[in-house]
Structures are given as structure tokens and as C-alpha cells.
């Protein structure tokens, strides 16, 4: 299953526009706030070049990239935490997905209205965050005296350090850190993980500017990278991205030269997207099959079989594999086998990036 990045902002930031250039799926656009009340869903594949040479090496039957699941959320407004403008309901769609786009206006036009009726993307991202926080401070609260009464009436309670973690987080979330910010442990993550805590989420701010600035953002964009660090920070005109989504490759390669960039914004989105998520890239040959499969970064081999199958995750031997490289230099898996090149891996062994690997299991 592919996993899944929230389009989140304030109501006329181009979270719609966006959404419907990366998926082409016409998603409605308006200039009027919760112009998108349901959550619009689509899914993108992942440019993937190892993919391509694969493929042209091994020529298989088939060919299938991995994706990742964008879901363009309505806008949220100051008081979602309390309900205005449907927000209750919006901040639910965001408690589902893994990581956060964060999409920010960052240029001016009389036509299109802003909520709080000027723009400054600083504020805007604060009024977000702010709501995001309310939220979870809400839920912990709540938490934090149920386990408390839990682990009162049963001090062996399994659900112990769950408390205590859920204090720890509820202490920050009232000083005003997000749960990201707190520094939890992994041990700590994985206690949290049924509260979907909204700012545990990985986030990535989205400055959308105007087609003209792509290739040269202003001021605006530059206090976005100032305080958040340009890594965090993606420069994309949203609606030059919808305008040449429908061209085709070339066509759409030639605007994106003649804009001064390398990838276009919506490649360049996906691929950060794939980054936000600490994810890597694994792949199978099987059946005359070549597809490739998302794994976080520092997985064990047997959870890269579960992605495929539960069974396989359960059942699993070993695994034969090599690298993306070395199948290409060899001109395929049965050279490469044939040279005894191919190594045997237990369950101990972390994937690496560009792995291509067969699994043996019991069914």
C-alpha cells in the first residue's frame, strides 16, 4: 500500500491546484473558502531512472513503480480545533496520513482572496500549526487521566509507559512544542502511534509562488527558508504545474528548461515527498514481474517481505539479492546467479537502497 502525504493550509493557497496537477484528477478550485470539503485522494507513481534501466536490461513482462498517496485536505481555519468551518472534521483527514505538504501562499493577486485578507506566509504557517497543536493537546489531555486511572487500578498495566510517554508529550504540547520537537525515541514513537498525533508528522512547506518566480522567488520565500531551512522548504507555482500537466513529456520538459530548472515542481514535489518519509526503494523480480516497493530507511529484510505479503513477512527463510548496479553491469538475474554473484541474506540483514532481492518462505 502506498503510503500517504496530506495537502494541508489555510482556505486559497492553491492546495486544490496543486493536488490536480499532480494527479490530473480535476479536483474542484474555486475563490471561496471549503470550495474542497471531502477529502480529494489520488495516487502518483515515483520517477524512478533505476527503474527504467531495469527494466531495459531485464525486459520483464511487466513493469510496476511504487507511488505515494497525496490527499488534498480543506482548508483549515483559526478555531479548527473547536470546530469552525468544519474543522473537526478536516483535522480528522490529517490524523490519516503519514506526512504533511504544507502549502503556503507566497504571492499576491487582488483576484484571489485571503482569509485574513493579506499575505504573510510566516503567520499563515503559525495559525496551522497553532490549530494542529490544539488538537493534540486536546487528545492528550484526555489521555494522559484515562491511563492514569488504568495503570492506577493495575500498576503492572502493560500500558505504563504509554503514560508516561503521553505525559511527556502532553507537558511539551503545553509549553508549546509539537510532538516532533519534543525528541521522542523510537520506542516512544511506537507508544503514540494509535493517537495519529498531528505534529509528530513530518512536514514540508510548499511555497507557492507565481509561474514567473519558480526560477527566482522573492522575499517571501526567502523568510520561509530563513526560518525553516531550505530543505524544508519547495518552490513550485501550482498553477503553471496544472496549466502543463496535460502536455506531453517533451512538451512539458521544454517549459521546465525554459523556466531555468532541472525537474519540474511536481517531480520535484514526489521525490522530496519520498525524502520526507525517510523511505527507500527495494525491488522484485518474480513471475516475470519488475516492481518496485517503498521500505523506511534501517527496515530488516523481513519487513520488506511484509510489504509484499503478510505471509512472506511470517514465513520468511532467506533472501537472495544484489544490488540495483550490479544486475545491470551482469545484463540480468540469471548472469548474475550464473557467476554466483548473488548474495544469501537472513533476518538480520537491513535493505539497502536498490536492493533486488527474491525471497524464499513458507507458505
Given amino acids: 500500500m502506498a503510503l500517504s502525504i496530506g495537502i494541508i493550509g489555510l482556505p486559497n493557497v492553491g492546495k486544490s491546484t496543486l493536488f490536480n496537477a499532480l494527479t490530473g484528477d480535476g479536483a474542484e478550485v474555486s475563490n471561496y473558502p471549503f470550495c474542497t470539503v471531502g477529502p480529494n485522494v489520488g495516487t502518483v507513481e515515483v520517477p ?4 527504467e534501466r531495469l527494466s531495459e536490461v531485464i525486459q520483464p513482462q511487466s513493469t510496476t513503480p511504487t507511488s505515494i498517496r497525496f490527499v488534498d485536505i480543506a482548508g483549515l481555519v ?6 469552525a468551518g468544519l474543522g473537526n ?3 480528522a483527514h490529517i490524523r490519516d496520513v503519514d506526512a504533511l505538504v504544507h502549502v503556503v501562499r507566497c504571492f499576491d493577486d487582488a483576484q484571489i482572496s485571503h482569509v485574513d485578507g493579506a499575505i504573510d506566509p510566516l503567520r499563515d504557517i503559525e495559525t496551522i500549526e497553532t490549530e494542529l497543536l490544539l488538537a493534540d493537546l486536546a487528545v492528550m489531555e484526555k489521555a494522559v487521566p484515562h491511563l492514569d486511572k488504568v495503570v492506577r487500578s493495575e500498576p503492572r498495566s502493560l500500558r505504563a509507559y504509554e503514560l ?11 509549553r508549546g512544542m509539537s510532538a ?16 495519529s498525533l498531528l505534529t ?3 512536514v514540508l512547506y510548499a511555497a507557492n509562488v507565481r509561474e514567473v518566480e519558480a526560477d ?3 522575499p517571501w520565500v526567502d523568510r520561509l527558508v530563513e526560518c525553516y531551512g531550505a530543505d524544508q522548504v519547495l518552490v513550485v507555482s501550482a498553477q503553471f504545474e496544472a496549466e502543463v500537466a496535460g502536455l506531453g513529456q517533451e512538451e512539458r520538459a521544454e517549459f521546465v528548461r525554459e523556466l531555468g530548472l532541472e525537474h519540474g515542481g511536481i517531480e520535484r ?3 522530496a515527498g519520498y525524502k520526507l518519509l525517510d523511505l527507500i526503494t527495494f525491488y522484485t523480480l518474480a513471475n516475470g514481474k519488475l516492481q518496485a516497493w517503498q521500505l523506511p530507511r534501517g527496515e530488516k529484510i523481513p519487513k520488506a517481505a511484509g510489504r509484499i505479503h503478510t505471509d512472506m513477512e511470517k514465513g520468511f527463510i532467506r533472501a537472495e539479492l544484489a544490488s540495483w548496479e550490479q544486475l545491470i553491469t551482469m545484463g540480468g538475474w540469471a548472469p548474475l546467479k550464473a557467476a554466483g554473484q548473488l548474495r544469501s541474506e537472513g533476518r538480520d540483514y537491513v535493505v539497502a537502497d536498490g536492493d533486488v532481492i527474491t525471497f524464499l518462505f513458507k507458505a
Avoid: H, S
Fill in 180 to 195: 516532533a520537537a519534543i525528541g521522542l525515541t523510537p520506542e516512544e514513537r511506537d507508544a503514540l502511534a494509535a493517537y
Fill in 48 to 51: 524512478d531512472l533505476r527503474l
Fill in 164 to 174: 508516561a510517554t503521553c505525559a511527556k508529550v502532553l507537558e511539551g504540547l503545553q
Fill in 216 to 218: 527566482a522567488p522573492g
Fill in 78 to 83: 483559526r478555531g479548527a480545533n473547536q470546530g
Fill in 269 to 271: 514535489l514526489v521525490q
Fill in 200 to 202: 509528530a508528522k513530518p
Fill in 89 to 91: 472534521q478536516f483535522l
